[in-house]
């Protein structure tokens, strides 16, 4: 009797651990063991980026879109939002159109930045005219904003508003923000910690390296030498789904 007894208890036990089935691996792992997991277990989501357009072909004075021609680089286009000394969105959308001869000087310098672990970051690129009155309007200080009947350069096609960028997308400190009217934007004020100085170097000696100058009171502001003769515009560029 004692043994039938014996040999059922087995024979369920055996059977509940059968329908169990046995624990995953991951369930027996104590505290201090970690899962790990080979590069062939890992799918990444691949990026699609978009096939490019060739400047062949295309006159130096022509107006393009510039992420048409590169995937590398990245933009905050304030004046398409009201995070600007506007206080107002006076773009429709978000682009950044230049002539053609300036597409091709920022595509290399921003090469140029990509070895030293950096990229363009854009705050503005042609500007309407139109626009240039509103800012005038605002601030009427040729320091800052051009005389909008004499033309910026922006309104010519020859001259951005950037920064810098690691590949994460972090912007290096430049010492204030985009369109900060004060002598801390100043290129030549020097009481300033040494990193923000060190990193106004690398972006102004880089781009006036590529062909572009700088203008004393704004640390983020570059021309390109040969642009500056160009014929003011003032046309709007056409937004996706319009």
């Not at 062939?40 to 130096?60: H, M, N, R």
Request: with cysteine.
């Amino acid at each position: 009797m004692m043994k039938a007894l014996i040999f059922l208890s087995l024979l369920v036990l055996g059977l509940s651990c059968k329908h169990q089935g046995n624990p995953p691996k991951q369930a027996i792992l104590s505290g201090t063991d970690s899962i790990k997991v080979s590069k062939e277990d890992t799918v990444l989501p691949k990026v699609q980026k978009k096939p490019l357009k060739s400047f062949e072909g295309l006159a130096d004075t022509t107006f393009v879109r510039l992420a048409d021609f590169s995937n590398d680089f990245v933009y905050d286009l304030r004046y398409a939002t009201k995070n600007n000394f506007l206080k107002e969105k006076v773009y429709d959308c978000a682009e950044c159109y230049v002539r053609v001869k300036t597409a091709k000087a920022l595509v290399q310098v921003n090469k140029a930045f990509m070895e030293k672990g950096f990229r363009i970051k854009f705050f503005d690129c042609y500007r309407p005219n139109f626009v240039q009155f509103k800012m005038w309007k605002l601030v009427p200080n040729p320091q800052y904003v051009a005389n909008p009947v004499k033309g910026s350069i922006h309104n010519k096609g020859g001259a951005v508003d950037i920064t810098l960028v690691d590949f994460e997308g972090t912007e290096l400190d430049m010492g204030t923000d985009f369109d900060f009217f004060g002598k801390r934007a100043y290129h030549d004020n020097t009481d300033l910690p040494e990193l923000i100085l060190n990193n106004r170097k690398l972006l102004k000696e880089t781009m006036e390296s590529h062909g572009f100058w700088s203008i004393r009171t704004e640390w983020w502001h570059y021309t390109l030498s040969a642009g500056s003769n160009d014929k003011i515009a003032n046309f709007k560029w056409d937004c996706p789904g319009n």
